[in-house]
């Protein structure tokens, strides 16, 4: 069964650093591209970006770019979503979700981030 | 980056009705759509691809259209488990976008 399986929720203040997981299982890891999607509920859904875990290709979101960085391990099948500066803004629901094509098909459970002094 | 305009943003039915959803991009887009269900608590499901396409292990009372600029998701006949949220996504041009969802309920 193809899966994407994500680190747990996380409690941080502003100014800490964070780096979440979401780890592929059940097919060739480096086949599918990778999404994070950010979820809040005064933007709804939100691309962040997506990255090729082959060879590292990262595109962002204009609105996300040079806000947080992603990233992968392909040798434990691994992609990262990671800031090095948290605001309480950064509060959301995170997504991360499997390219089939062109369009996210198959998506992790999740992983809450809480940003509050 | 193109915005997607999702309506309506709540919707309430019964079980057995028949609803639509549709969502308007502000240019062209092919047939570079999908359609997800979110329930609370959950990830998006994907429900549509391609516009028109069924992902494999949806009910087929979940059909999509596009007629011209607009893209039209419908639930021929509603079950309980399809009270939940439902969003468009274009991933003709990235940034990718979805649009601000519809909220499904119960009448």
């Known amino acids: 069964e193809v899966q994407l399986v994500q680190s747990g929720a996380e409690v941080k203040k502003p100014g800490e650093s964070l780096k979440i997981s979401c780890k592929g299982s059940?097919?060739?890891?480096?086949?599918?591209?990778i999404t994070w999607v950010r979820q809040t509920p005064g933007k709804g859904l939100e691309c962040m970006g997506i990255?090729?875990?082959?060879?590292?290709?990262?595109r962002y979101s204009p609105s996300f770019q040079g806000q947080a960085t992603i990233s992968v391990d392909k040798s434990i099948s691994t992609a990262y979503l990671q800031w090095s500066t948290l605001k309480a803004s950064d509060t959301a629901m995170y997504y991360c979700?499997?390219?089939?094509?062109?369009?996210?098909?198959?998506w992790g459970q999740g992983s809450l981030v809480t940003v509050s002094s | 980056a193109i915005q997607m305009t999702q309506s309506p943003s709540s919707l309430s039915a019964s079980v057995g009705d028949r609803v639509t959803i549709t969502c308007r991009p502000s240019?062209?887009?092919?047939?570079?759509l999908g359609w997800f269900q979110q329930k609370p608590g959950k990830a998006p499901k994907l429900l549509i691809y391609?516009?028109?396409s069924l992902q494999s292990g949806v009910p087929s009372t979940f059909s999509g259209s596009r007629s011209d600029t607009d893209f039209t998701l419908t639930i021929s006949s509603l079950q309980s488990e399809d009270f939940a949220t439902y969003y468009c996504?274009?991933?003709?041009?990235?940034?990718?976008?979805f649009g601000q969802g519809t909220k499904l309920e119960i009448k």
């Open positions: 979700a499997l390219m089939r094509g062109d369009f996210p098909a198959v």
């Open positions: 990255i090729d875990p082959g060879d590292s290709d990262t």
């Open positions: 240019q062209g887009i092919r047939n570079d």
């Open positions: 996504l274009q991933y003709y041009n990235f940034p990718y976008t």
């Open positions: 391609a516009a028109s």
């Open positions: 059940g097919y060739s890891f480096t086949r599918f591209w």
